[in-house]
């Protein structure tokens, strides 16, 4: 049976994994459509979600699909031409194999236990894999170079 | 309050999760390499006869044929097909391994009965991962004991090599565990 906190907990969590990565490496992570002040970021990450897709493939056994999409900002820099690419290469060694999906939230089923396993596709036939492209900088009066880091996911739920 | 559970299904196995060796039987610590298989498979199948008996018409008795060896097959990403011999540190090739050959020449073989031909166990270790923090990580080693191959499809344009034979059993050992906490 579907569970009406689903799409929360897995979005909770991937936020969660990708706001973990890009901190480490000190670079903000903001949400798409949250409010934010960039302008005096030099780098930055955007995370925006596709999905989850849910079918329910037989009796009680779920199937999510998720689409995670990261746009990485950065300002040009005269003495680091490499920055964007160091930073495409931060996002997109947090597409892990697998990241955890909890009950996160402050809510009443929100006990912060483990629902399941988002898994990463990667597969030829299919075009599944982490894909990186490079918009260079997006217009010529702003010094700003943007790319892009996608990669979908799937995870298994089974019902009782 | 209805509660509403559900059973995670932690991780489907994956090829990208599996590890595949094969080792000989060298002890107490044998020798091991690791297939390289790129973007090919491994297959194995477990075979077993059933006979029935028919009572004037009617299905009746039911009884256990003659055992069947388990097929495997595999595919290599094809380097070299031998190792270099000029250095004795440089791991044998999967094929020296199976012709027993060159670099692998010392290999034991994993039958213990040293009149049959030299054989190898191909192991497949199935760890997967979900990241840090998540539960009951658990993992499989299936080892599929005393293989031989009968062909060796090499395929130059796919740099690919196609091994196939059959183990000296009926079916695969199987081992699961919780991973090593690191």
Redesign the interface.
């Known amino acids: 049976m579907k569970d009406k906190n689903w799409p929360r907990w897995i979005f909770a969590s991937v936020s969660k994994h990708f706001l973990d990565a890009a901190s480490a490496e000190s670079i903000p992570l903001f949400i798409e459509g949250q409010h934010r002040d960039t302008r005096l970021e030099k780098d930055f990450f955007e995370l925006r979600t596709d999905g989850p897709t849910l079918r329910e493939v037989s009796k009680g056994c779920f199937v999510f699909g998720l689409e995670i999409n990261i746009i990485v900002q950065s300002a040009m820099n005269d003495t680091n031409y490499h920055r964007i690419h160091q930073n495409v290469g931060v996002a997109a060694a947090a597409f892990d194999k697998g990241i955890p999906v909890y009950k996160k939230g402050s809510g009443p089923d929100d006990d912060q236990s483990f629902v399941g396993c988002l898994q990463l596709l990667q597969n030829r036939e299919t075009r599944d894999f982490v894909e990186i492209n490079h918009f260079g900088q997006i217009d010529k009066q702003t010094k700003l170079m943007q790319a892009s880091v996608e990669g979908h996911y799937r995870m298994y739920l089974q019902t009782s | 309050m209805f509660t509403?559970?559900?059973?995670?299904?932690?991780?489907?196995i994956?090829i990208?999760?599996t590890e595949l060796k094969m080792q000989d039987g060298t002890t107490p610590t044998a020798n091991e390499i690791v297939i390289k298989v790129g973007?090919g498979n491994l297959t194995y199948s477990e075979n077993r006869t059933i006979e029935y008996t028919l009572d004037r018409g009617r299905i009746d008795e039911v009884r256990e044929g003659d055992e069947v060896p388990m097929d495997v097959s595999f595919d290599l990403l094809w380097e070299f097909i031998t190792g270099n011999t000029d250095s004795a540190g440089v791991p044998p090739t999967v094929e020296d391994v199976l012709k027993n050959q060159n670099n692998a020449a010392t290999w034991i073989s994993s039958d213990p009965d040293t009149c049959r031909p030299f054989a190898v166990d191909v192991i497949a270790e199935n760890v997967?991962?979900?990241?840090a923090?998540?539960?009951t990580q658990e993992q499989e080693f299936i080892t599929l004991p005393d293989f031989r191959y009968e062909t060796l499809d090499h395929d130059l344009r796919a740099g690919t090599i196609a091994v196939s034979g059959r183990c000296n059993s009926k079916v695969a050992s199987i081992v699961r565990s919780l991973q090593p906490s690191t």
């Open positions: 509403k559970l559900w059973v995670p299904v932690f991780a489907q994956d990208k999760n973007e997967p991962v979900c990241g923090g998540a539960p």
